[in-house]
């Protein structure tokens, strides 16, 4: 059977030292997962249930990619996270299991347009136009489980043209991986491919055409991308 029209073919993740491709099926979003970033966000950082958004598979930008600078946008924030990629499905999955579900993890970012963002809180509308956009989750290759186990702690930062811009400690999660996983499959199934982004640490913040953005997770990997003048 042939598609009825042109069609781009599936969104994949390099996974890396191998020749394999991750499918990437849903983005779910772990929003203010970081204390400080709750803070700085004018939130409550108490220990509030999980809250998620989504980002289509196609807002995949691989490591390395020079994007252009988003429509509609004066006011573009960097936001980066550890990836968790999802190799085994499931609902209503109990948390002491939850890590059994992982195939790896990855560095991204959870590119945000927060004007748009901003305005459609203030009127009551949803505010998926200002995270579910084009070119919005650049992602780098994914390591295995068996490459660098399932990371607890370490430094997870983000840097502007050499400059710190972000900085904090993946053990700082509100919410843990485990945890995440676990409430998250209570509200939907979870399927082999999800990608599960886990919050950004405090220091959001503008990014200006011609930036470019260098993001790291210690043992999961470095990504960098480079908006367009």
Known sequence: MSYAIEFAGPVTLPVAESNQAFPVGRIYCVGRNYAEHAREMGHDPDREPPFFFMKPADAIVHNGTTIPYPQMTKDLHHEIEMVVAIGKGGSDIPVEKAL??????????????????????????????????????????????????????????????????????????????????????????????????????????????????????????????????
Not at 129 to 134: P, Q
Request: hydrophobic share 35%.
């Open 100 to 229: 059994q579900h992982v195939f790896g993890y990855g560095v991204g970012l959870d590119m945000t347009r927060r004007d748009l963002q901003g305005e459609a809180k203030k009127m009551g509308r949803p505010w998926e136009m200002g995270k579910a956009f084009d070119n919005s989750a650049p992602c780098t290759a994914l390591k295995t489980v068996a490459m660098v186990g399932h990371p607890e702690k370490g430094a997870i930062w983000l840097r502007i043209n050499g400059e710190v811009r972000q900085k904090g400690d993946l053990a700082e999660m509100i919410w843990n991986v485990p945890e995440t996983i676990s409430y998250l499959s209570k509200l939907i199934t979870l399927r082999a491919g999800d990608l599960i982004m886990s919050g950004t640490p405090a220091g959001v913040g503008p990014v200006k055409p011609g930036d470019r953005l260098e993001g790291h997770v210690d043992g999961v990997g470095e990504l960098t991308v480079t908006y367009r003048k």
